[in-house]
């Protein structure tokens, strides 16, 4: 069964440093998500993208964040300059087209920033 | 926006035993997922369940879409049951909003 993937599992960083996460969507999937949970809360929405654009983001998706398509496979979310509070689980996602789809979820990478 | 709220927020269940996980949302939806969230932080899909009854071995779930409400069904619970379990909702921006979810711990 085709899934997601996300890379590194685990990322440890240095306040002030930028990260990148990656996401491999299923292949087919036209619609991709980023969804972010802090340690024991539940899971937020941050940013959805679709035909090389985001249609829609969150308020915590300020500027320190991005999103990119750098290729026909890969999704990244970038973190300029990470700080403390952005400690947490990350979780891609992504869904085909269509009215009523289910998403499906990635393993999430585990950021933590000291 | 939509709010999605779950219950119990904790049960503690020896194992062999039933339960009922309920998620009530506050406005009409397109599309309704369970998750169950293992120890190492996965999410794990049970359920695509915008309407009606679906089951998979011990997991079944109904949703009665118009009275705005879903529930999950465990049964005869073992250890590996435990973790936390999230309703996830959507209502037409194409993002899904999550309940607090129900932490369930099954006792051996």
């Known amino acids: ?114 | 926006g939509i709010q999605v709220e779950q219950s119990p927020p904790d049960l503690i269940l020896q194992e062999g035993a039933n339960s009922t996980l309920r998620c009530n949302f506050s406005d009409s939806v397109n599309n309704l997922q369970w998750f169950h969230q293992n120890p190492w932080g996965q999410l794990i899909n049970l359920f695509y369940i915008p309407s009606g009854t679906k089951q998979n071995g011990r997991l079944s779930a109904t949703t009665v879409a118009t009275e705005r409400y879903s529930l999950l069904y465990i049964s005869s619970s073992q250890t590996t049951d435990s973790g936390v379990y999230f309703c996830a909702v959507e209502s037409g921006t194409y993002k899904y909003i999550f309940g607090t979810g129900t932490r369930l711990k099954v006792l051996a």
Request: net charge negative; proline share 4%; charged share 20%.
């Open chain 1, 1 to 114: 069964e085709p899934e997601v993937t996300q890379t590194p599992s685990h990322q440890v960083t240095q306040m002030g440093q930028e990260v990148i996460l990656r996401c491999v969507p299923i292949s087919n999937h036209l619609y991709f998500y980023w969804y972010r949970q802090i340690l024991g809360q539940k899971v937020e929405f941050l940013v959805s993208f679709y035909n090389n654009e985001i249609s829609e983001k969150s308020e915590i998706f300020d500027d320190q964040f991005s999103v990119e398509r750098p290729d026909g496979s890969n999704f990244t979310l970038k973190i300029r300059s990470t700080k403390l509070e952005d400690s947490a689980m990350y979780f891609c996602a992504s869904t085909s087209q269509g009215a009523f789809y289910e998403q499906y979820f990635g393993p999430g990478t585990r950021l933590t920033v000291t």
